[in-house]
């Protein structure tokens, strides 16, 4: 699967300057000119990608989570993580996969991928995992307590737009298929196991939805 990049609608200048290198966010200033044609100092956050996936089940139960962190209230969830540096992006959907259900997948499709928000040079991509295997334990990192919670389609779309759901980035994508009927099956599509979908470039698969 070739994955691109999504490119920011703010993107970080080659003249920009790290001015501060954190845990998770990086600092970065610029001189930017302005209209009239003084100048001002920009600044952007820098962080990892990450990396979401929803676990469709055999049966078609959708495997989500119920998760708690550290200094955070419970959320629900998909499954995910960063992705380390220099990790493929698949490869980093796999390991969270992998880590946090127990499971592997035979199929992953390309759901989503964006920057949520545009002072943060940051991207999320979303995936359908199909075709699942159970060959592991959980393995969680200290920070994280995971109750796997496996919910039908018509319940996941209703926890998704509840306002303890973490994964905002595809809840525009419910709020139009609850609008579109259209929009609905193609969804309803994409979370059957036994659908067939072919290769999708990034563009085309978001689009389609």
């Given at each position: 699967?070739?994955?691109?990049?999504?490119?920011?609608?703010?993107?970080?200048?080659?003249?920009?300057?790290?001015?501060?290198?954190?845990v998770?966010?990086?600092?970065?200033?610029?001189?930017?000119?302005?209209?009239?044609?003084?100048?001002?100092?920009f600044e952007?956050?820098?962080?990892?990608?990450t990396?979401?996936?929803f676990?469709?089940?055999?049966?078609?139960?959708?495997l989500?989570?119920?998760?708690?962190?550290?200094?955070?209230?419970?959320?629900?969830?998909?499954?995910g993580?960063r992705?380390?540096?220099?990790?493929?992006?698949?490869?980093?959907?796999?390991?969270?996969?992998?880590?946090e259900t127990?499971?592997?997948?035979?199929?992953f499709?390309?759901?989503?991928a964006?920057?949520?928000?545009?002072k943060?040079?940051?991207?999320?991509?979303?995936?359908?995992?199909?075709?699942?295997?159970?060959?592991a334990?959980?393995?969680?990192?200290a920070?994280?307590?995971i109750?796997?919670?496996?919910?039908n389609?018509?319940?996941?779309?209703?926890?998704?737009?509840?306002?303890?759901?973490?994964?905002?980035?595809?809840?525009?994508?419910?709020?139009?298929?609850?609008?579109?009927?259209?929009?609905?099956?193609?969804?309803?599509?994409?979370?059957?196991?036994?659908?067939?979908?072919?290769?999708?470039?990034?563009?085309q698969?978001?689009?389609?939805?």
């Amino acid at each position: 699967m070739d994955i691109k990049r999504p490119k920011s609608k703010q993107p970080i200048p080659d003249n920009a300057k790290k001015v501060f290198d954190g845990v998770l966010f990086d600092v970065y200033q610029w001189e930017q000119e302005m209209f009239d044609g003084t100048k001002a100092t920009f600044e952007k956050l820098k962080r990892p990608d990450t990396v979401v996936v929803f676990p469709i089940l055999d049966d078609g139960k959708i495997l989500l989570t119920e998760q708690e962190q550290p200094g955070k209230e419970p959320f629900m969830g998909a499954a995910g993580g960063r992705v380390d540096n220099g990790e493929d992006i698949l490869e980093a959907a796999k390991r969270e996969l992998l880590e946090e259900t127990g499971y592997e997948a035979s199929e992953f499709i390309l759901w989503d991928a964006q920057h949520p928000t545009s002072k943060i040079d940051w991207v999320v991509y979303t995936f359908i995992a199909r075709g699942l295997k159970k060959v592991a334990d959980v393995n969680l990192d200290a920070g994280e307590k995971i109750v796997l919670k496996p919910v039908n389609f018509d319940e996941f779309i209703d926890i998704a737009i509840s306002k303890n759901f973490v994964e905002k980035e595809i809840i525009p994508k419910l709020y139009e298929a609850k609008l579109y009927p259209g929009k609905m099956e193609k969804l309803k599509k994409l979370f059957n196991p036994k659908s067939i979908w072919k290769p999708f470039l990034l563009t085309q698969l978001t689009l389609s939805l």
